[in-house]
């Protein structure tokens, strides 16, 4: 019974977290429509032109139907504070798929969109933003050059599928009000976008490849394009609940791991009472095989009840997910065990329990009939250490921990550097385990008989002691550790060593509005900090061979986090700047500095230098030649070092920098920080600076910190959530093992 409690309960944590990613899965799929709002869109940071957009839309099926949608960041004043938002700019025909739920209009129509946002020029507004700007519906807000009033507020959007975590409530408006507003500038920030609906039951991965080739074809810069499928849109939503659930899983390993050590002695026991019989049935000609097979059979049927009471506790435990993690989860999304995970449970419950006792099993090889002869039956009296066998029968459960944790982490060197400190964990808690088994018998003739009786015991059933001290440290260790990493974790984010954090973080600064902006700020006693340029471009060639790969969508389940992680960076754009000196926040580690001055009439590429770790995932070295794409012109780069960076100073940091002297004549905007604000002067210098400078977006960096605190803290409740599962199971094992303890020493 103990030994499918046992296994039943490591085996739970498992089975909740598949059932949760698969209903995640299920969810988005089910709703990716929703989320983007089409089947398919075409995007760019500038208006694609008519004549481009009738020949992109030449490879649509017909009939199709199409809408604008235009959005990007900006900020907000009210009359006591200011926000950064997202404007969102629509027609009447937006959402083809999903609603727009208001709090008085309901749910929205094309005659709702075109009344309301673009003939009367109202605007729909988050809940949060009229919170935080104190202000109700009929209130007028005032969105770069133009006074906009307040006409309902947002309760669902296709873009609040997933909770965009209040860094940047949504604010809806028509298309032709937000041209008005005068925020739009050639090197804004902004998202244009055109959504398109197609006819049902077409193959949207052939149509995104067919539009991309044409795409290629017309302006030899595909990248200046994206071509987004309703799929792509609901990957990215999921992939922080993804990378969260696998870390989950790996606590669930633990659990898992902790259940297999008490299933293992406790089959050891058993096995041991069951030796007798075994030598019967060899006496009487049956063969040594086929005592194997019964008790394989036994261990399969055990292991298949235990999956099934492990289903029975999921149930109790798959609904708390959801509340621990319902700041992640989209609107409307339901739990539910799936036909996957039970086929999962029943193989690892099956499967894995003849594979957490093989080297337990290896004990029948030394059954013999003759041993009926003695008057105790108990193979491996005489075993006197490893054999290869012994060492052998341990591979395949080593294996299987490595595949789980692969499979668990979706990561070759996450899983495998899991396993390997979790073997070094239990290498070190085994020696101190021996060692206090070991130490016990040094204090074996101390006057008090029970404590010397307790002693002796422990002493003498050093497997046991053993056993129980790995089951309860191992759990605690896990307890103690989260808040540790915790803590860790929120100094480094709030208090970053050697460094102060900035009050304000501002960027879509112009190149006209520099001097205004020092002035200004000046005025106020206050300073413009690292003020950095900031150009957009992508990657077309490293070493004269193509760079961006495009993955077929069919493959993305077989990918790991590390091949995700390289393919997005090499597709998506990238932010390049440059600067005459490294900033105090990051230093070389590899390589000599940039050369202060570029030779235009040389031969030789410009210097550029690369975040360590940027460069490690794209498999980028120094000495690597790359071809940028720089708002449409190739220019050449060679990199010359790496730096590390300190991303945790919330200072203006790239993963790419040129050498000056290279990209001053390309497009630019400029991202700086503002220090020494308190609270007050923050929001002072906020409502001062967005009327002022209406088109420039600022992060509060203290609200932003303390946002991701609240974030941080939910997922480190999810993670004790299973951290405490763990120390059950191990609390569990521990009662196993001392009752069958007790009851040994009764009979």
Known sequence: IFFILNLSLGLAGFIALDSFQVSVDRHLKRNSKSILGADISISSRQPVPDLTLQKLESELPKPWKATRKINFMTMVAGVQTSKLIQLVGIEGDFPFYGEIILENQKSVTKKVVEEELINKGKIWVSPELLITLNNKIGDTIKLGNTQFKIGDVLLQDPASA??????????????????????????????????????????????????????????????????????????????????????????????????SIGAAYLFRSFLQTRFREMAVLMSLGAYRRETFQVVLWQLALMGTIASLLAILFSFVLLPALPLVLEEFLPRGFETNIRIRSLFLAVMIGSIGSIVFCLPVLQNIRKVQPLSLFNAHVEAGKNFKGLSFMNLLSYLPLLMTYWFLGVWQSKSYLVGTLFIALLLACIFVLGIIGLGMVKFTEIFGNIKSPFVRLALKNLSRNRL???????????????????????????????????????????????????????????????????????????????????????????????????????????????????????????????????????????????????????????????????????????????????????????????????????????????????????????????????????????????????????????????????????????????FSIARYEVQRRYR
Not at 238 to 243: E, P, Q, S, V
């Open 162 to 259: 997933f909770n965009t975590f209040g860094v940047a409530p949504r604010v809806y408006v028509g298309i032709p009000q937000v041209k008005q507003t005068g925020l739009i500038t050639n090197k804004s920030r902004v998202n244009f976008e055109k959504l398109y609906k197609l006819p049902e039951n077409i193959n949207i991965q052939k149509i995104e490849d067919d539009v991309e080739n044409k795409a290629r074809l017309i302006t030899n810069r595909v990248e200046r394009i994206r071509i987004r499928t309703h799929e792509d849109a609901s990957e990215g939503l999921g992939r922080l609940l993804n990378y969260l659930n696998d870390y989950l899983g790996l606590i669930a390993l633990i659990a898992l791991f902790l259940a």
């Open 464 to 734: 046991s002691a053993v056993s129980c001290f790995m089951a309860i440290s191992i759990g605690t260790l896990l307890i103690n550790l989260v808040p540790q990493i915790q803590q860790g974790l929120l100094e480094e984010i709030s208090k970053p060593k050697n460094f102060k954090l900035p009050s304000l973080f501002l960027f879509d600064i112009q190149p006209e509005q520099i001097e205004l902006l020092k002035n200004t700020l000046a005025e106020n006693k206050h300073s413009l900090d690292m003020l950095s340029p900031m150009v957009r471009g992508r990657f077309m060639e490293v070493n004269g061979e193509q760079f961006t790969i495009k993955n077929d969508d069919s493959n993305q389940q077989m990918l790991t986090r590390e091949e995700e992680r390289r393919s997005r960076f090499r597709a998506r754009g990238l932010n390049i700047s440059y600067r005459s000196e490294m900033s105090n926040s990051e230093n070389i580690v590899k390589g000599p500095p940039l050369s202060k001055t570029y030779n235009e009439d040389g031969d030789q590429p410009a210097e550029i230098s690369l975040e360590e770790r940027f460069a490690a995932r794209l498999g980028l070295a120094i000495g690597d030649e790359i071809l940028f794409d720089i708002q449409g012109i190739p220019i050449l780069g060679k990199v010359v070092n790496l730096r590390k960076v300190k991303w945790n100073s919330f200072q203006p940091n790239f993963f790419i920098l040129f050498q000056t002297g290279v990209l001053e004549d390309a497009p630019s905007s400029y991202i700086g920080s503002v220090s020494g604000l308190d609270e007050k002067s923050r929001i002072a210098m906020q409502i001062k600076l967005t009327k002022i400078f209406p088109n420039i977006s600022m992060i509060d960096v203290t609200q932003l910190v303390g946002r991701v605190i609240e974030i941080t803290d939910q997922m480190v409740i999810a993670i004790k959530l299973m951290a405490y599962l763990s120390i059950l199971v191990g609390m569990v094992v521990v």
